[in-house]
């Protein structure tokens, strides 16, 4: 009766803003703070999505108990899925993502609220290889004109973001909080999408702060705060047949403090091709990371390399500049190229690293980088 009557309130029109969106507010609709509220979440993503005017669902200060779900469009209007309170996840949920947003275009996902994926309790769990099942907290796909702005990704038990074939989205002011322990929990994961910025948002997580994956474009990354985790990384690329090339990704004014990494571009030895290329870094703070600036194209985590041949994926145009802090160990700049496609214009400028544990070094391997400015470490 409480869902009907919501439906009933959105059609009448009783609640609507100055835009003529019509408001569905899921306390209204029969949800209570420390309830499950999957069904009434449903159905109000049902009854919004055909409001021809769009409509804004808002989740009120509390905390409520969600299911697995997917909010698929096509919808008749834009829609506003505020969350003010706190989205709790299921223990053991069915499937690999939890919360999905599919398939439409003038999505805008606010607030103040928290996604809590609940991973805390299986985190042990993963690093001692126990069976359980790794969930992302949100998923992006092929959204087109998206916003996501304000909220927070809490512990998910695997990627906190996943964008893909998504076109003009844009991520601000979004925080990832998980342990520096918490395995295979990047923050935001995007792949073959365009047009994608993530602005002034602030993550600390136990893996990649923000990987980018095959048949990413135009990607812009900017005032993003990095720690912990284990940095900022395109790749790792040249495992799966198929890949698209990865090209147009900007990553400037980003602070990289206590992470594993700094900037990274990863791929794997002798398996599949693929071309990365037009590749910046400008602008970059760093404060105690181990491995500052990597390119590494004998990636190999947990030796599942076929092969330890030399990689197959071109990298091209790629540049770092305005790079300076402090290190933990001595190779501030390790750059492992490809011995059969060995990296091309490739520029360094006004790099200045100092490592707090001694000496700081750079080691070079199939590249020939342009350096202007200042170059500390010297080498390469």
């Known amino acids: 009766m409480e869902i009907k009557l919501c439906s009933l309130i959105a059609l009448l029109g009783f609640l609507t803003i100055a835009n003529a969106q019509t408001v569905f507010d899921i306390s209204k609709c029969g949800a209570t703070p420390n309830s499950d509220i999957t069904a009434i979440l449903t159905k109000t993503w049902t009854d919004a999505c055909a409001s021809p005017t769009g409509a804004t669902i808002v989740i009120p200060a509390g905390t409520y ?39 439409f275009e003038n999505l805008a996902v606010t607030g103040t609220g928290t996604f809590d994926g609940m991973g805390s309790a299986i985190y042990g769990k993963q690093k001692s290889k126990a069976v359980v099942r790794l969930v992302t907290n949100l998923r992006f796909n092929f959204i087109t004109n998206g916003h996501m702005e304000g909220v927070t990704s809490k512990d998910s038990k695997e990627f906190h973001v996943n964008v893909l074939g998504c076109k003009n989205l844009t991520i601000s002011k979004f925080t990832v909080c998980a342990p520096a322990d918490s ?124 092969s330890k041949g030399a990689s197959k994926v071109t990298i091209s145009n790629v540049s770092f500049k305005n790079i300076r802090g402090t290190c933990k160990l001595p190779e501030a700049i390790t750059m492992t190229c490809s011995s059969a496609h060995p990296c091309t214009n490739v520029e360094m400028c006004d790099i200045d690293i100092k490592c707090t544990t001694g000496p700081a070094k750079a080691v070079c391997t199939n590249v020939k980088p342009v350096i202007t400015g200042i170059m500390n470490p010297p080498g390469c």
């Open 183 to 306: 395995p295979n929990t990047d923050g935001i994961h995007l792949g073959r999408s365009n047009g994608v910025q993530i602005l002034d948002t602030k993550i600390g997580t136990g893996d990649d702060c923000i990987s980018v994956g095959d048949g990413m474009e135009q990607l812009t990354v900017e005032r993003v705060t990095c720690g912990p985790g284990h940095g900022i990384s395109i790749g790792s690329l040249g495992q799966y047949a198929g890949e698209m090339p990865v090209k147009g990704i900007f990553v400037r004014n980003c602070t990289l403090v206590n992470t594993q990494n700094g900037v990274r571009i990863k791929s794997w030895p002798d398996q599949e091709a693929n071309d990365v290329s037009d590749i910046h870094f400008e602008d970059i703070v760093l404060d105690n990371v181990d491995n500052p600036i990597i390119v590494d194209q004998m990636y190999c985590p947990s030796n599942l390399c076929k």
């Open 65 to 103: 108990k969600c299911g697995v779900v997917e909010f698929k469009g096509p919808c008749k209007g834009p829609i506003t899925f505020q969350v003010d309170g706190t989205l709790q996840a299921p223990t053991s949920p069915d499937g690999d993502s939890w919360i999905t947003f599919c398939s």
